[in-house]
């Protein structure tokens, strides 16, 4: 969403589609909705998603609310940074078909926009690369932190980037809304168990990374939430005319801080 010449008055309305609706004879509605404008990015990266939200870049939101319509009027002023207009559900996972409408006035009556809309496109977007994975309860597959003899036996997920490339990881925990811990007196444990993510340079073309680990890039230290995430730039060629092959490489290594610990997470790389 961008704004260029001078303060503009919107009205966004975000609408549920085949909303699917529960109790009161059918008048309540199962999702709650959302609406956030949030400032976006700034120079060549300003056609992609924002990847990062801090205090400092929300702008104006209206929700969460169930109902099958969400109102947002604001006054936005010109920025050479696009704003981001983001939708969202009251939570991780839930899924549905909503319909996204902006209207302003002409203020001076010239029949064009005084604002510029549209779409991420994946062609201007991120290269993203999504996988899912799992520690496995009381194996050596959930190894522990570095600090624990089996931390290479851990899930490894090797990347290869042009050098110099600029790398967003994000781990995300999956299932916590679906595995019954999050209703009283059905939790066996932790909502969240505490977990972080490594970054080291890798040993070659889909080599495992083995005890002791070292070469490290970055590294996201545990937590107990249900995503962590770290940035790094992927390491220089050796030489100029080096052939993509030997180029070098990194490898990922999720893990939980108490070792034995099981869990499924989806690991987002941009």
Request: charged share 20%; hydrophobic share 40%; aromatic share 6%.
């Amino acid at each position: 969403l961008r704004v260029r010449d001078r303060p503009v008055a919107l009205v966004l309305t975000l609408s549920q589609l085949n909303v699917r609706k529960v109790s009161g004879n059918g008048r309540g509605y199962a999702t709650a909705v959302g609406m956030h404008i949030v400032r976006g990015n700034e120079g060549r990266l300003s056609r992609r998603r924002k990847l990062f939200l801090g205090a400092e870049d929300m702008v104006a939101s209206a929700g969460p609310k169930f109902a099958q319509e969400l109102v947002l009027t604001v006054v936005l002023d010109p920025s050479p940074v696009p704003y981001v207009v983001v939708p969202c559900a009251h939570a991780p996972g839930v899924e549905g078909l909503f319909r996204l409408t902006v209207q302003a006035d002409d203020l001076n009556d010239d029949g064009v926009p005084d604002f510029g809309f549209e779409p991420v496109r994946p062609s201007e977007d991120w290269q993203t690369q999504r996988l899912v994975g799992e520690w496995k309860a009381g194996e050596t597959a959930a190894g522990g932190p570095p600090t624990e003899a089996h931390f290479a036996d851990n899930p490894q997920y090797q990347l290869r980037a042009e050098p110099g490339a600029r790398v967003t990881v994000f781990v995300d925990l999956v299932g916590v809304d679906s595995d019954g811990r999050d209703e009283v007196g059905v939790q066996a444990g932790p909502q969240y168990p505490a977990f972080g993510l490594v970054c080291v340079l890798g040993n070659g073309d889909h080599v495992k990374v083995e005890a002791p680990v070292e070469g490290l890039v970055a590294e996201a230290s545990p937590k107990a939430a249900d995503g962590v995430h770290l940035a790094f730039t992927m390491p220089s060629a050796p030489g100029p005319g080096t052939p993509p092959e030997e180029e070098p490489t990194v490898v990922l290594i999720p893990y939980t801080q108490e070792p034995g610990v099981g869990h499924r997470f989806v690991v987002t790389t941009y």
